[in-house]
């Protein structure tokens, strides 16, 4: 496997080297140009922002040119009000005004060209796709075919049919060392594991792509094994997870575990390559609040489809009320890894989502049982009012993703809930409003980066994550300005950053190629599995890995070694998904052009 991965490395190295040398003879001296230019490598709308950043130290002229060297549009480089996070001035490039359909380059003298980028409708369309497909390569217990998986075909990996209990996770039911199954579900990262904290979130995320926009996921094909059902693909997806999670509640109490765990990390191996024994793990507050929160929202998503998925609905139902009952009377039961390996063998020293503070898994999970029940006691337990401090969510602060449902179905809350709507939707727009202020727009234009503590692990999630964040004060106003700051991050993600990497593998012209994740590394193909987001810039250095610079945005590596900048998973990925399919759904194609104010 060693060899492998070496002939991988060197192979995938001579590839770029070769299409480098090709762009510079055509087009720009050696160690000039393209890298020089940072913009979204796979293009822009039509009448949408577009705005490139060029490392240069002067203001000058710059062109777009058609491939054939025509010029369609000339403007001027203007240096950016901020410096980069190094302390050097940038320079940007407007070029919003440019409209005609086509593809294009951006010449700076001095400078050379950038990437070929194109400009017409439905550009993201393949960033939406592969974001979402990327959680089928993802899965556990089944193999992915030729016909699905294209040459990343694999066979089965983890049936998880026969999985031990824990001694954490004994019960008089369930002793220690007996068997339960728990197929399915999403590898979590770059690790063949399956955490339910994690999938708290990941599957939140998604499953507000349905709540939001239910008529567009029917338009997004994935090509799955489901693909030829009367359920949308997304859905599909989504049903995998979902039917794991099902799988990790105890039916005796309501309690749900906290994981599904190898006792230590696979090597890098395939997914079949991967034979040693298989836990689930201790009982947890916040697994089983991110689980119930989970089943509530699922439940509102499935009376959609009573037809094609009978009953699935009222189970969801059943098993969110089951769990917030059990966390009612458990509400304090925080997994501490230490703690259990110190009383408990096998020691699991797997990644730990060890939450310490479960005030917002409760608020939430509060939340979605308001929404889906239809009953005030609930609310009450809610935070609401004047007081409250909004912030970008995350596996470990998911409050947030409860204020996000509670404003998405403000219509059909009750009277109470309906009341307090008012204050949390001005909340809401301020703190959209935080995310978009001039003053303190970085330098390359984006809403990510106005601070370095942005880039911490998993800064492309913070990205993300702030872009659905925009999206939603989108939905509440119809204000063009929330949806054009939502696009700016996207186009960060996809090259206007400090790296001039696209953090999604298998898209742009510079795309990630050695993600620290296992079936990449392992299956022998040069390209990674395609439409991973790559945790991206992050100074931390946890993992011991040199980084090329140690500046918050430039902090990143392409190595698969490097897990703290490089690594993929869920939760990061879920929001990406959001963020292109919703421009894809609201901003650029007509049908779904105009909606209406929530």
Partial sequence: MVTANIIKRLISGLGLLAAASSMSCAQTPPGAGADSIRLNQMGFYPHASKVAIVLTNKAQQFTIETADHKKVFTGQLRPSAKPDLSGKAVYVANFTALQQPGKYVLQVPGIGYSYTFEVRNCIHQPVATASIKAFYYQRASIALPEKYAGQWHRPAGHPDNQVLVHPSAASATRPAGTFISSSRGWYDAGDYNKYIVNSGISMATLLSVCEDFPDYISTVKLNIPESSNKVPDMLDEILWNLRWMLTMQDPADGGVYHKLTNARFDGMVMPDDAKEPRYVVQKSTAATLDFTAVMAQASRVMKRYKRELPGLGDSCRKAALKAWQWAQANPKVIYDQTAMNAAFK??????????????????????????????????????????????????????????????????????????????????????????????????????????????????????????????????????????????SNLDYLLGRNGTGYCFITGLGSKPVMHPHHRPSVADGIVPPVPGLLSGGPNPGRQDGIALPSLVPNQAFVDDDRAYAVNEIAINWNAPLVYLANAMEALQYRSKYAVPKKR
């Avoid at 060890?354 to 898994?361: F, K």
């Avoid at 409860?402 to 809930?417: F, M």
């Avoid at 995310?435 to 809403?447: F, G």
């Fill in 346 to 487: 096998p020691e699991v020293v797997t990644g730990t989502y060890g939450d310490q503070q479960v005030a917002d898994e409760f608020d939430w999970a509060a939340a979605e049982m308001y929404i889906t029940m239809q009953d005030d006691r609930y609310l009450n337990k809610v935070p609401l009012g004047d007081k409250i401090k909004l912030s970008i969510p995350n596996w470990g602060q998911v409050r947030m993703l409860g204020y996000y449902s509670l404003l998405r179905n403000r219509n059909r809350l009750t009277l109470a809930g309906k009341a307090a709507m008012s204050t949390l939707t001005k909340q809401m727009l301020a703190f959209a409003d935080s995310l978009t202020n001039p003053a303190t727009l970085p330098a390359y234009q984006t809403v990510m980066g106005r601070s370095a503590r942005n880039y911490g692990w998993g800064s492309s999630s913070e990205a993300a994550n702030q872009g659905v964040a925009l999206v939603q004060a989108y939905l509440f106003t119809n204000k063009p300005q929330y949806l054009n700051a939502a696009l």
